[in-house]
């Protein structure tokens, strides 16, 4: 058992265990769970589940024979990070460690913060994680500001050292602050850094008040923040649940129905959010999501420590009332809510509905926020939306829902309204009550959009009705160009179109912004995508999301010369393009036209179950590519060849992909080959195999693997058959990530 207040990096720790766990092989599994707050058996097991790909069916029971089955015969290590309380060993199905018998080895590694759980686990060896001494304490500050910094003004130096001090060894608040202070060159700002340190000296706090030192030492870069809006967008990051990856798009999306981000074009605020992102990160509030899933480039996460100080502030510094209520992940007992007068903001997510009540000590509340996605409502009965009066902003994306809550009609003031991955069969007439909306998503799901409610939400700013396969607006077009023309607000359209009707009646009618574009059911054999295929120059240049998919009919896609694209690119906004289900599509043909004219920003593309699609060579040609997905094309021997380059034409002068960082090769039965040895990657970071059994080679020179690369994922039966001379495989190893 490791243990230690947060912030000591125990989390850390446990990852280098991990690492060199997985470096030497003397285990047959190593599985590492983050437990978090709510955790319980049966998220361990859907967890341990998950990493070893075993049946994730059935009840817990079930699992855990599976579980126990699986681990039974074999030496295994199981760490589990940040524990809360005692979970039940057995139970999850994990073989008694001290039953192994002959060769087997297996232990159990746990991290807390509680020494209570040391004795709820039973455990037989506890080490304690403490601060940093003043000599490591100071090594790692002036390792995070840089000596150029301290160096630059004698009384900084003085002014690092009290700071130091203050921070009192904390890895993660000396990590936080000096970060802050990277770039201080004037030693007045680090004199007020002083300042603000000290009116919360951790040595005037008790320590069963330690956390709340920390707090405050971990404020000083939220008051360092000068913008009042991205120190209230940092906030809201603690909506989400603890340890868990959020999508930067929906944190941005939040911000902007939240009213935090107020511009007047879309792009531009969306713009604004990805700043505030990497403003973030940079001052060590936000943190890169480092366990690169699907979307890896896409996620980050709030460290837990962080998490509750941000809360602590919300809650004004844990004095009198709860104003931020955050629930997440119960899944063992009923889970009863209250809300009282004082609640601003409730944010609930992955709770099943059985488990899950609303209880109110107030006839009426100052509620503005509900965050409710993730969860499995079939209705909101419980939540007596009625008292809910001054609601601005309810997001229930991902829910179960089959008939409209009408009651949400009643909320007057709402502005931004949620109900996307719904099962709704209709929408109400009423809808157009709620006259304040600035915001409507209605994606992936199967209703339709009443006609008559429309052109009464006349400040719309949004309305995205994308990634809906049953639905065809041909008949809505119309009425949705002339309505939303006339909205002075309107910023953006998310669409489906399935049918070449419908693309055509798009294209005669449509010239409000479409962001979201989904084209579906394509029914001839050559998709031609000349520079009217998508309409009008203006629909073109504001969209920012493509899917082709579920297109039978289409053999290949043919990008034709047009003199429209050597003069000006119409789809300079585009960063996402998905070709999906195209079952038939084998080539992808380029006629005098270089893809760099067509996607000049283009940053995610993705080929998935194309299976007779050949290769993918033209991608070289993309500028800003930064992540490849290609997935179930089984048909594709080699992604990128340089004599298919020249013989289309393609000026292969550059062999570089500059800024790829992650490349996911799923179910490629006959890949046998990424590219040509003249192809780099120098920015690669990632790389994800998944049963591509014909792949020995790796997309770089194994003596000098890119700089950058963090790991490679795959099976090991595929890592031991790449081609890597041998005094190459040691110094790769530590890359290599068993699925």
Same mark, same amino acid.
């Given at each position: 058992?490791?243990?230690?207040?947060?912030?000591?990096?125990?989390?850390?720790?446990?990852?280098?265990?991990?690492?060199?766990?997985? #470096?030497?092989? @003397?285990?047959?599994?190593?599985?590492?769970?983050? $437990?978090?707050?709510? $955790?319980?058996?049966?998220?361990?097991?859907?967890?341990?589940?998950?990493?070893?790909?075993?049946?994730?069916? *059935?009840?817990?029971?079930?699992?855990?024979?599976?579980?126990?089955?699986?681990?039974?015969?074999?030496?295994?290590?199981?760490?589990?990070?940040?524990?809360?309380?005692?979970? %039940?060993?057995?139970?999850?199905?994990?073989?008694?460690?001290?039953?192994?018998? *002959?060769?087997?080895?297996?232990?159990?590694?746990?991290?807390?913060?509680?020494?209570?759980?040391?004795?709820?686990?039973?455990?037989?060896?506890?080490?304690?994680?403490?601060?940093?001494?003043? %000599?490591?304490?100071?090594?790692?500050?002036?390792?995070?500001?840089?000596?150029?910094?301290?160096?630059? %003004?004698?009384?900084?130096?003085?002014?690092?050292?009290?700071?130091?001090?203050?921070?009192? *060894?904390?890895?993660?608040?000396?990590?936080?602050?000096?970060?802050?202070? &990277?770039?201080?060159?004037?030693?007045?700002?680090?004199?007020?850094?002083?300042?603000?340190?000290?009116?919360?000296?951790?040595?005037?706090?008790?320590?069963?008040?330690?956390?709340?030192?920390?707090?405050?030492?971990?404020?000083?870069?939220?008051?360092?923040?000068?913008?009042?809006?991205?120190? @209230?967008?940092?906030?809201?990051?603690?909506?989400?649940?603890?340890?868990?990856?959020?999508?930067?798009?929906?944190?941005?999306?939040? /911000?902007?129905?939240?009213?935090?981000?107020?511009?007047?074009?879309? @792009?531009?605020?969306?713009?604004?959010?990805?700043?505030?992102?990497?403003?973030?990160?940079?001052?060590?509030?936000?943190?890169?999501?480092?366990?690169?899933?699907?979307?890896?480039?896409?996620?980050?996460?709030?460290?837990?420590?962080?998490?509750?100080?941000?809360?602590?502030?919300?809650?004004?510094?844990?004095?009198?009332?709860?104003?931020?209520?955050? #629930?997440?992940?119960?899944?063992?007992?009923?889970?009863?809510?209250?809300?009282?007068?004082?609640?601003? #903001?409730?944010?609930?997510?992955?709770?099943?509905? *059985?488990?899950?009540?609303?209880?109110?000590?107030?006839?009426?509340?100052?509620?503005?926020?509900?965050?409710?996605?993730?969860?499995?409502?079939?209705?909101?009965?419980?939540?007596?939306?009625?008292?809910?009066?001054?609601?601005?902003?309810?997001?229930?994306?991902?829910?179960?829902?089959?008939?409209?809550?009408?009651?949400?009609?009643?909320?007057?003031?709402?502005?931004?309204?949620?109900?996307?991955?719904?099962?709704?069969?209709?929408?109400?007439?009423?809808?157009?009550?709620?006259?304040?909306?600035?915001?409507?998503?209605? #994606?992936?799901?199967?209703?339709?959009?009443?006609?008559?409610?429309?052109?009464?939400?006349?400040?719309?700013?949004?309305?995205?009705?994308?990634?809906?396969?049953?639905?065809?607006?041909?008949?809505?077009?119309?009425?949705?160009?002339?309505?939303?023309?006339?909205?002075?607000?309107?910023?953006?359209?998310?669409?489906?179109? $399935?049918?070449?009707?419908?693309?055509?009646?798009?294209?005669?009618?449509?010239?409000? +912004?479409?962001?979201?574009?989904?084209?579906?059911?394509?029914?001839?054999?050559?998709?031609?995508?000349?520079?009217?295929?998508?309409?009008?120059?203006?629909?073109?240049?504001?969209?920012?999301?493509?899917?082709?998919?579920?297109?039978?009919?289409?053999?290949?896609?043919?990008?034709?010369?047009?003199?429209?694209?050597?003069?000006?690119?119409?789809?300079?906004?585009?960063?996402?393009?998905?070709?999906?289900?195209?079952?038939?599509?084998?080539?992808?043909? /380029?006629?005098?036209?270089?893809?760099?004219?067509?996607?000049?920003?283009?940053?995610?593309?993705?080929?998935?179950? $194309?299976?007779?699609?050949?290769?993918?060579?033209?991608?070289?040609?993309? +500028?800003?590519?930064?992540?490849?997905?290609?997935?179930?094309?089984?048909?594709?021997?080699?992604?990128?060849?340089?004599?298919?380059?020249?013989?289309?034409?393609?000026?292969?002068?550059? &062999?570089?992909?500059?800024?790829?960082?992650?490349? &996911?090769?799923?179910?490629?039965?006959?890949?046998?080959?990424?590219?040509?040895?003249?192809?780099?990657?120098?920015?690669?970071?990632?790389?994800?195999?998944?049963?591509?059994?014909?792949?020995?080679?790796?997309?770089?020179?194994?003596?000098?693997? +890119?700089?950058?690369?963090?790991?490679?994922?795959?099976?090991?039966?595929?890592?031991?058959?790449?081609?890597?001379?041998?005094?190459?495989?040691?110094?790769?190893?530590?890359?290599?990530?068993?699925?």
């Amino acid at each position: 058992m490791i243990w230690g207040m947060g912030g000591v990096e125990k989390t850390h720790l446990l990852k280098q265990i991990n690492n060199e766990l997985c #470096r030497d092989r @003397q285990s047959d599994v190593v599985v590492f769970v983050t $437990c978090s707050k709510e $955790c319980s058996e049966e998220k361990v097991q859907n967890e341990i589940i998950d990493k070893l790909r075993l049946d994730k069916n *059935g009840s817990i029971e079930q699992k855990q024979n599976t579980i126990y089955n699986f681990l039974r015969e074999r030496s295994f290590v199981l760490l589990l990070d940040d524990l809360w309380g005692r979970v %039940d060993l057995d139970t999850i199905g994990i073989p008694d460690p001290m039953s192994a018998i *002959g060769k087997l080895k297996r232990k159990v590694v746990l991290t807390t913060r509680s020494t209570e759980v040391c004795g709820q686990m039973e455990v037989k060896k506890k080490i304690r994680v403490d601060v940093l001494k003043w %000599d490591d304490a100071w090594s790692l500050f002036n390792e995070k500001v840089t000596e150029e910094t301290i160096d630059s %003004d004698p009384l900084i130096k003085i002014y690092a050292v009290d700071i130091v001090k203050e921070l009192g *060894g904390l890895p993660l608040a000396i990590i936080t602050v000096g970060r802050a202070m &990277h770039d201080k060159m004037d030693q007045r700002e680090w004199e007020q850094a002083i300042v603000l340190l000290k009116q919360a000296r951790l040595n005037d706090v008790e320590f069963s008040h330690a956390n709340q030192s920390v707090f405050h030492i971990l404020k000083f870069s939220y008051d360092s923040l000068k913008n009042d809006s991205l120190k @209230q967008c940092f906030l809201h990051c603690s909506l989400w649940p603890e340890d868990h990856p959020i999508q930067k798009n929906d944190l941005v999306e939040l /911000w902007i129905g939240s009213g935090l981000i107020n511009e007047s074009n879309i @792009q531009a605020a969306y713009n604004v959010g990805y700043s505030y992102i990497r403003r973030l990160q940079a001052v060590c509030l936000l943190e890169i999501d480092g366990d690169y899933t699907i979307n890896s480039d896409e996620t980050v996460k709030i460290h837990d420590v962080i998490r509750d100080m941000a809360l602590w502030i919300a809650n004004n510094k844990g004095v009198d009332t709860i104003n931020w209520i955050v #629930r997440s992940g119960i899944f063992k007992e009923a889970q009863e809510i209250q809300i009282s007068h004082h609640t601003e #903001r409730l944010s609930v997510m992955n709770i099943y509905e *059985g488990n899950l009540s609303f209880s109110f000590t107030c006839s009426s509340t100052k509620l503005s926020f509900l965050l409710l996605s993730h969860n499995s409502l079939h209705n909101l009965k419980t939540l007596k939306l009625e008292l809910f009066s001054k609601l601005t902003f309810l997001n229930l994306y991902n829910n179960r829902l089959e008939f409209f809550p009408v009651e949400i009609c009643k909320l007057v003031h709402l502005q931004y309204l949620n109900l996307s991955k719904n099962s709704l069969k209709s929408l109400p007439k009423e809808l157009a009550s709620l006259t304040n909306l600035k915001y409507l998503l209605l #994606r992936e799901i199967e209703c339709t959009f009443p006609n008559e409610v429309l052109s009464k939400l006349k400040i719309l700013r949004v309305l995205d009705l994308s990634d809906c396969y049953s639905n065809d607006y041909v008949d809505m077009f119309p009425m949705l160009e002339k309505v939303l023309q006339c909205f002075p607000n309107f910023q953006a359209l998310g669409i489906t179109i $399935c049918s070449i009707i419908a693309l055509r009646k798009f294209h005669e009618t449509m010239s409000v +912004p479409v962001r979201w574009l989904d084209i579906c059911s394509y029914e001839r054999s050559c998709l031609s995508f000349s520079s009217s295929f998508l309409g009008n120059s203006q629909l073109q240049s504001n969209l920012f999301s493509l899917k082709i998919r579920a297109s039978a009919s289409v053999e290949c896609v043919e990008f034709e010369s047009a003199s429209e694209y050597q003069s000006i690119c119409h789809l300079r906004r585009l960063e996402q393009l998905y070709f999906e289900a195209m079952w038939n599509m084998n080539e992808v043909k /380029w006629k005098s036209l270089d893809p760099k004219d067509v996607f000049p920003r283009l940053q995610v593309l993705e080929f998935n179950a $194309c299976h007779q699609l050949l290769s993918i060579s033209w991608v070289v040609n993309l +500028p800003c590519i930064r992540e490849l997905r290609v997935l179930s094309c089984y048909s594709m021997k080699q992604l990128i060849c340089i004599n298919e380059l020249k013989n289309s034409g393609f000026n292969v002068s550059q &062999h570089s992909f500059p800024f790829l960082k992650i490349m &996911h090769l799923y179910y490629g039965y006959e890949l046998a080959s990424i590219s040509d040895p003249m192809i780099t990657f120098p920015a690669l970071e990632f790389l994800d195999i998944d049963d591509c059994d014909k792949l020995k080679e790796l997309p770089f020179r194994t003596d000098d693997p +890119p700089r950058k690369l963090k790991i490679i994922s795959g099976s090991e039966e595929w890592w031991n058959n790449v081609e890597i001379e041998d005094n190459h495989r040691s110094s790769l190893q530590p890359f290599f990530k068993r699925l």
